[in-house]
């Protein structure tokens, strides 16, 4: 499945597991219903991921997040948008590893899942063929703000820009 991260197309280096045997991987991506036995498993110079279902709980995500280097929440479909927010729980409880989205995302949603804090997008061939990567740095470009706080690097999100401009600009005189 095609990689994309903020630039454009990436490398994937993980390679996924179907199970806890993950032997000499190097960069391990492991389903969630193995992933305790895979941590168990684990060789000192080995790193692990979770392709976690966007179904699951962040409470019980939690405890893991230390020990992993990537999150990858699955999308069953591009309407559905609980991985969004499981993305951004994920940021805010301090994660710095890769955070990805894999499904049938849109480009309309790229600059969306960026500033929830996702990495990279994993893309169905199917999606991918649809929907090029130019198509996808185009929507990553056309949106300069947002509507909710805490979202994006510059956290300049339009309400706080409305209340900039109302408070720079004098009061008329009664």
């Not at 305790?36 to 060789?43: I, K, S």
């Not at 692990?48 to 069953?76: D, E, K, M, Q």
């Not at 993305?87 to 409880?93: D, L, T």
């Given at each position: ?70 999150v990858a ?24 590893g890769e ?37 996808w740095l ?37």
């Amino acid at each position: 499945m095609p990689l994309l991260d903020r630039t454009g197309s990436a490398e994937d280096r993980w390679t996924r597991s179907e199970g806890a045997a993950i032997g000499n991987i190097p960069a391990a991506l492991v389903p969630w219903e193995v992933l305790v036995e895979a941590l168990d498993a684990q060789e000192a110079e080995q790193v692990i991921g979770v392709i976690l279902p966007n179904s699951v709980p962040f409470l019980a995500l939690a405890p893991f997040l230390p020990r992993l280097a990537l999150v990858a929440i699955t999308f069953p479909a591009y309407a559905d948008g609980r991985g969004f927010s499981l993305a951004r729980q994920i940021r805010r409880a301090g994660f710095a590893g890769e955070i990805r989205a894999s499904g049938p995302l849109i480009a309309d949603q790229f600059a969306y899942a960026l500033s929830c804090g996702f990495d990279t997008i994993e893309l169905p061939e199917a999606n991918a063929a649809r929907q090029p990567v130019p198509q996808w740095l185009h929507a990553r470009d056309s949106f300069s703000a947002t509507y909710q706080r805490g979202y994006g690097e510059t956290d300049r999100n339009i309400l706080d820009q409305r209340r900039a401009a109302r408070t720079a600009r004098p009061l008329a005189a009664e």
